[in-house]
């Protein structure tokens, strides 16, 4: 089985600007910024602010959930049936952004969908390693289901390091026993933590604001206390048994290299995938589809995706 990818060309004005904006304005607080304990508290501020450029669509309804040492939100858009779930696991590093700054694009991604979305606050770091933030990806899928929500008519999704954590929950999942969902939503996925690998790549060093040369310290804080080989990148798992999935990048991302590995590794494990590569787009470029209307389309994707695999009939793979 080969992989299955489809190339989406056209950029827009529109995408072309903000790319410009976000290498001369974002990248280099990434780039050049300590990565230490200190500088990522200060990273955690940026979900505080989110609110005021990352709104969700009017008559959203925004219901908070204590999980334990957790929590997490329900993202109830107007008119939606709730006929669906998709459980949402937000990216940032691991170390930044939570449940505003992402609370437009569930919105919208479950607006799309007709779905609800449960939205998780992860623990993250300086206070959390990668294996926490695992373990509360998980406790948070094992609540969705002991609330009765049917696996058939689930989807679990998530951006950048958000789909590191989408994946390896269904993995976890399968491997506990439990019910896989009906699919995976993976948005310029995180799946390989092996940075030296990517740093190869033809387009890491054009990443308009990821710093790829930066993910070997995050890695260090991420496994801090663990033995080299505790954590397996997603790629790396046994992948049969996965539901379908359906992920998108940019086509000049440093994380296409994640996204291109994986969809090699489905391929091979004979699980159902289709990726998507945007021409030009920026990481996470649905997540700023209120100045990018390419955004607006892969939602709309993404939305197609979801209610196919959760109809009482499903269209297939994808619609």
Do not use: N
């Amino acid at each position: 089985m080969e992989p299955v990818i489809d190339f989406r060309p056209g950029v827009s004005r529109e995408a072309r600007r903000f790319a410009a904006f976000m290498r001369t304005a974002v990248r280099p607080m990434f780039a050049y910024g300590p990565m230490r304990p200190s500088m990522l508290r200060l990273a955690m501020l940026l979900d505080l602010g989110a609110p005021m450029v990352m709104r969700p669509p009017r008559g959203t309804e925004i219901g908070r959930v204590r999980l334990g040492d957790f929590h997490g939100e329900w993202v109830r858009p107007a008119g939606g049936s709730g006929a669906r779930v998709i459980l949402y696991l937000h990216g940032g590093g691991f170390f930044c952004c939570g449940l505003r700054t992402h609370r437009g694009l569930v919105a919208r991604i479950a607006e799309r969908s007709d779905a609800v979305a449960f939205s998780v606050a992860y623990r993250q770091l300086p206070t959390a390693p990668l294996a926490m933030s695992m373990a509360d990806a998980l406790a948070a899928y094992r609540w969705i289901l002991d609330q009765g929500c049917d696996p058939e008519r689930l989807v679990i999704a998530g951006d950048s390091a958000g789909a590191y954590l989408a994946f390896t929950t269904v993995i976890a999942a399968r491997d506990a026993g439990l019910p896989v969902p009906a699919g995976i939503v993976g948005l310029s996925p995180l799946t390989d933590l092996d940075h030296e690998v990517r740093a190869s790549y033809e387009y890491t060093r054009r990443d308009a604001y990821i710093p790829a040369h930066r993910l070997g310290a995050l890695k260090r804080l991420l496994l801090a206390g663990m033995e080299p080989d505790a954590v397996v990148s997603p790629c790396d798992r046994d992948l049969r048994g996965l539901p379908p999935v359906f992920m998108l990048a940019g086509s000049r991302e440093a994380l296409r290299w994640d996204a291109e590995l994986m969809a090699g590794r489905l391929a091979e494990a004979g699980v159902p995938h289709l990726l998507q590569i945007w021409e030009e787009q920026v990481h996470v470029f649905p997540a700023f589809a209120g100045a990018v209307p390419e955004g607006r389309q892969a939602i709309e994707e993404i939305g197609s995706f979801v209610r196919a695999r959760t109809s009482s009939h499903p269209l297939g793979v994808v619609a």
